[in-house]
């Protein structure tokens, strides 16, 4: 037990040494660094303000209002945000295949998963948490006026976020892990990641029902945010909607864990 947590506490020390290395170096020119990330904050909102000017004209869509609307889009753009500020670099895994930079984490003597996400934090991407905060800051205290949110609600709409990141982990590192076989990831990565979390920042009512049961399912980013949040803001379903998270977030990570060590066993370098 004393190896144990000793070699926890030493994980801890290289993890905090080379994440200071990675912000020391992508901070040395801040202003570029505010100005892309406002700019990003902004051009990243338009989805929901299009949406919103339609909500604003022609009323509620599938029983969701835009201040409903609007909670669903914070939870997804700050789990977004914490996802792309911890594991950046499972987002760009292609180029440690394609440039054969994988070979370098092999011979550290730490797992390569916590070697790379140590490696580099997304802190460039941080116009996700903007977008989301801004949002929720906007219409939580709406809801809370209505009465809509209020007592436990808060801490579910906090594990709503943790549950939103740990789903995208899972499904970001099994996308990633995919490249050990095909290499080239970009294009599955707009497939499992992208297109499924922007589909997620709004109610799966509006979407057929076999699209909705892959988000629930395969590609299961509505467990974080949509389930949970049906049941928060009386649009539906139980109590075992807070639930449902509870046991698919940590399942789904123990699932995308194994096809990363699969992968890993099967890498073959890059050939040159």
């Known amino acids: 037990m004393k190896l144990t947590w000793a070699r926890l506490g030493q994980a801890a020390r290289v993890y905090r040494t080379l994440v200071s290395a990675s912000l020391r170096g992508q901070m040395q020119y801040r202003l570029d660094f505010l100005g892309s990330t406002l700019i990003q904050a902004v051009m990243g909102a ?48 292609e180029v440690y295949m394609v440039n054969g930079d994988f070979d370098t984490l092999m011979i550290r003597p730490w797992p390569t998963l916590f070697t790379l996400l140590a490696r580099g934090t997304g802190i460039h991407r941080l116009a996700f948490l903007v977008q989301g905060i801004a949002a929720g800051a906007v219409v ?75 988000f629930l399912t395969v590609l299961p980013l509505g467990l974080g945010s949509y389930v949970p949040l049906r049941f928060i803001l009386g649009k539906g379903g139980s109590a075992m909607d807070m639930l449902w998270p509870l046991v698919a977030c940590p399942l789904a990570v123990w699932l995308a864990v194994g096809i990363w060590r699969i992968g890993e066993s099967h890498y073959a370098s890059t050939g040159t």
């Open 46 to 93: 338009d989805g929901l303000i299009f949406v919103g000017a339609i909500l604003w004209r022609f009323g509620p869509i599938a029983g969701w209002s835009i201040l409903d609307i609007g909670m669903l889009f914070a939870v997804s753009r700050i789990g977004m945000g914490i996802y792309m500020l911890l594991c950046n670099e499972l987002d760009k895994f």
């Open 140 to 214: 939580l205290p709406k809801l809370a006026a209505q009465g809509v949110i209020g007592g436990w609600d808060w801490v579910w709409l906090l594990g709503s976020v943790v549950w939103t990141a740990m789903l995208l982990f899972a499904v970001g590192l099994a996308t990633a892990a995919a490249g050990f076989w095909i290499i080239r990831i970009e294009e599955l990565q707009v497939f499992t990641m992208h297109a499924p979390d922007t589909a997620a920042m709004y109610p799966l009512d509006v979407y057929p029902s076999w699209l909705r049961r892959v």
